[in-house]
């Protein structure tokens, strides 16, 4: 039998998002329950779809990415729905801005919270497990240039497959990235094991404004140096986010549809703009 083709991935069949720089950016990866970053909003836009999160991955304590994770760990206590599942918040170790954020709510909530709630430290190469996948899947943490002298993180998620071995031509089980999302930073310092399916990466200024993007401070990415990542990389569809409100979205979109020419990145490109998820059509590029 021959394996037929997998079909691209539309992200918004599986996020729920929003994404503007510096004032808010949150992902919400459905089918493994995972929230990736916690900004302001988050549980104001996805409602009782709080009570299925299991899992929060923060990348860095900028508070565009964690402003709103004591409102939604408070929503999951008091409004309607399921409490008896827990809730696990993944954050950088000593991160102390995200510990600053945990101690208050633990004192907000001391005594009040219906479910359990646990803040887990981690590491680059740290592994978590999520248990309620339809296969093994696991959460991988690497590292992302943002802040200077600070662990910042970007999180992949990865689900084992059979796939043929090169050397012996045998179906072998290996963990395959089906998404990658960087929070901030310049460089994400990760190869993907594999043909990435699905990356959302931080792409904050156009190429005119290279000299903000790589401020010692807080590095970020730009489009041109995303779109470059995604084509070397391979990617099958890639999600451009955090991008600065000082651009039209018109600008951003031709732009993007050049650089994708330019580049050679052969994906599906997508732009992330507040809560949508814009398709970029590079076919009548000029």
Same mark, same amino acid.
């Given at each position: 039998?021959?394996?037929?083709?997998?079909?691209?991935?539309?992200?918004?069949?599986?996020?729920?998002?929003?994404?503007?720089?510096?004032?808010?950016?949150?992902?919400? *990866?459905?089918?493994?329950?995972?929230?990736?970053?916690?900004?302001?909003?988050?549980?104001?836009?996805?409602?009782?779809?709080?009570?299925?999160?299991?899992?929060?991955?923060l990348s860095h304590g900028h508070e565009d990415h964690i402003a709103g994770i004591s409102n939604l760990v408070n929503i999951r206590n008091?409004?309607?729905?399921?409490?008896?599942?827990?809730?696990?918040?993944?954050?950088?170790?000593?991160?102390?801005?995200?510990?600053?954020?945990?101690?208050?709510?633990?004192?907000?909530?001391?005594?009040?919270?219906?479910?359990?709630?646990?803040?887990?430290?981690?590491?680059?190469?740290?592994?978590?497990?999520?248990?309620?996948?339809?296969?093994?899947?696991?959460?991988?943490?690497?590292?992302?240039?943002?802040?200077?002298?600070?662990?910042?993180?970007?999180?992949?998620?990865?689900?084992?497959?059979?796939?043929?071995?090169?050397?012996?031509?045998?179906?072998?089980?290996?963990?395959?990235?089906?998404?990658?999302?960087?929070?901030?930073?310049?460089?994400?310092?990760?190869?993907?094991?594999?043909?990435?399916?699905?990356?959302?990466?931080?792409?904050?200024?156009?190429?005119?404004?290279?000299?903000?993007?790589?401020?010692?401070?807080?590095? *970020?990415?730009?489009?041109?140096?995303?779109?470059?990542?995604?084509?070397?990389?391979?990617?099958?569809?890639?999600?451009?986010?955090?991008?600065?409100?000082?651009?039209?979205?018109?600008?951003?979109?031709?732009?993007?549809?050049?650089?994708?020419?330019?580049?050679?990145?052969?994906?599906?490109?997508?732009?992330?703009?507040?809560?949508?998820?814009?398709?970029?059509?590079?076919? *009548?590029?000029?």
């Open positions: 039998m021959v394996n037929q083709p997998s079909m691209p991935i539309n992200p918004n069949d599986i996020l729920i998002s929003f994404s503007l720089a510096l004032y808010s950016q949150w992902f919400y *990866h459905k089918p493994t329950r995972c929230l990736f970053d916690a900004g302001e909003g988050v549980a104001t836009t996805l409602g009782s779809k709080v009570f299925g999160i299991r899992h929060v991955f008091l409004a309607s729905g399921e409490r008896d599942k827990p809730l696990v918040i993944y954050y950088p170790k000593h991160d102390r801005w995200i510990n600053a954020m945990l101690e208050y709510i633990e004192r907000k909530q001391s005594g009040l919270l219906r479910y359990p709630l646990y803040a887990q430290p981690m590491e680059v190469g740290s592994e978590v497990e999520i248990p309620d996948a339809h296969r093994p899947t696991r959460v991988v943490a690497f590292e992302m240039r943002h802040v200077r002298g600070q662990l910042c993180l970007g999180y992949e998620i990865q689900q084992e497959r059979k796939m043929p071995d090169p050397a012996t031509g045998q179906n072998v089980c290996r963990y395959h990235p089906i998404f990658l999302y960087t929070g901030d930073g310049s460089e994400a310092v990760h190869t993907p094991y594999g043909r990435l399916d699905l990356a959302v990466f931080e792409a904050t200024f156009m190429e005119r404004d290279v000299n903000l993007a790589s401020m010692e401070s807080n590095r *970020h990415s730009t489009l041109e140096k995303t779109i470059e990542w995604g084509a070397g990389q391979d990617v099958k569809s890639l999600i451009l986010c955090h991008i600065s409100d000082r651009y039209l979205l018109e600008d951003v979109i031709e732009a993007v549809s050049v650089i994708k020419q330019k580049t050679g990145f052969r994906g599906d490109l997508y732009i992330a703009h507040c809560n949508d998820i814009i398709p970029v059509d590079t076919t *009548h590029s000029p």
